[in-house]
């Protein structure tokens, strides 16, 4: 009898057991098949002369990715160099006083924009220049009509370009929050003065190294804000990852081969940017027969000439990303080796060499697959 009652009881709670275990399984074969197919939208548009995608995933992802266009077309408006009546139009186009100064009221991007490739134009001993323009478009870079100037027009052109010269009144500390801009000034498609810059005669500005990875961190601000928690951006290459990816692993995103777009590396990431940089992607090659790149040492003045192929920066925020692979790119292999040396690891990077070898940071080697059989593999402690 005790052992019937005692079974019996027992097997109650086998099967209780097996019911509560039943539960958990189909609770996890719920949260599995939600979260495998959990709902993603994908919008593509085109800004800021390149081509845009982002892919997010949940309940609000076309309503998110809606607003990221959005406010990727307000910066553009606000950065572009050739939209009249943007800041940067207006900053290279405004009529200087006596003094040879000319003061231009900008918005709170500019101003942030400004400051932050302030604090980089120093940190890269000038590699980053944002006041390149003049010298960039006498090589007819903006233009199309491109040629090679002469030593002298270069001289005068680059007498321009002392970035440190610009003033900024009043300084932002930080990054203005997107909320009040976005309600602030939504209908005009712009936002409202924040600070008052104060330039050289001649000085003339150009985004085009930092805006796309300003627009990236700003367009996972409004993924963020808009609830979304999981999603991929690809800004003309650029890639910018919120979150992980919906089953809780990491995105993984390639290096593409400079030489025919095969990846040759592939990298780990979540909530960070991989941003790359590469002579490959725009040149023009002159009466002489050399190949001239868009990437440009301020130093000279001229397009970079150098054993790279490529440099890709990962780390966190867009904006660093996107001003250091211009950067170390200007910088070379061994200037680019010692600055990561100096920055306390606030970034790693990838270079592909034109002799097939391959350079990465060492707190990459857990995240970074090599797909390629490259010559030569360096691995910088
Ligand atoms: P891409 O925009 O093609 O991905 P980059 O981010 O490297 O490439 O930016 C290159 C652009 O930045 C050039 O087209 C030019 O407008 C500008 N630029 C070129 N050289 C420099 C430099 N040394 N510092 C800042 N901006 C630069
Ligand atoms: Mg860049």
Not at 94 to 120: A, G, M, R, W
Not at 286 to 293: A, L, R, S, V
Request: glycine share 6%.
């Amino acid at each position: 009898m005790n052992l019937f009652k005692h079974s019996a009881s027992s097997s109650r709670i086998n099967n209780e057991r097996s019911l509560a275990y039943s539960l958990i399984l189909l609770s996890f074969f719920i949260f599995f098949i939600s979260s495998c197919s959990q709902k993603s939208d994908t919008t593509s548009f085109t800004a800021m002369n390149t081509y845009m995608t982002v892919k997010s995933y949940g309940k609000k992802s076309a309503a998110a990715n809606h607003l990221v266009q959005e406010e990727v077309e307000r910066l553009e408006k606000i950065l572009s160099t050739t939209i009249e009546g943007s800041d940067i139009h207006r900053i290279n186009n405004s009529v200087p006083d006596n003094n040879q100064f000319s003061k231009i009221p900008v918005s709170p991007e500019t101003t942030y924009l400004i400051e932050k490739s302030l604090e980089i134009y120093k940190m890269t001993d000038h590699a980053f220049n944002p006041a390149l323009y003049p010298v960039i478009r006498e090589w007819g870079f903006t233009t199309g009509d491109y040629k090679v100037p002469s030593d002298e027009k270069i001289r005068q052109l680059l007498e321009l370009t002392d970035f440190s010269k610009i003033k900024i009144s009043p300084k932002l500390v930080s990054t203005p929050s997107l909320d009040s801009l976005l309600k602030a000034d939504h209908e005009k498609g712009l936002s409202s003065t924040a600070s008052i810059i104060t330039k050289p005669l001649g000085m003339q500005l150009d985004f085009g190294a930092i805006g796309k990875g300003y627009a990236g961190d700003r367009a996972i601000e409004v993924l963020k804000n808009a609830g979304v928690k999981s999603a991929l951006l690809d800004f003309g290459g650029n890639i910018q990852v919120l979150g992980t990816k919906p089953d809780g692993k990491p995105w993984t995103v390639g290096i593409k081969n400079p030489w025919d777009g095969e990846p040759v590396a592939a990298v780990k990431l979540s909530d960070a940017c991989m941003i790359t940089s590469g002579g490959y992607e725009r040149f023009f090659t002159g009466e002489d027969g050399k190949k001239y790149i868009h990437i440009f040492d301020s130093a000279t003045g001229r397009p970079v000439e150098n054993d790279l192929e490529s440099v890709t920066i990962v780390c966190r925020e867009g904006l660093y990303g996107d001003a250091l692979s211009t950067s170390l790119f200007v910088m070379g292999l061994d200037k680019a080796i010692d600055f990561w040396k100096s920055r306390d690891r606030d970034f790693d990077f990838v270079i592909i060499t034109k002799d097939k070898s391959i350079v990465y940071t060492a707190p990459l080697e857990n995240s970074i697959s090599l797909l390629f059989d490259f010559d030569k593999v360096q691995v910088v402690e």
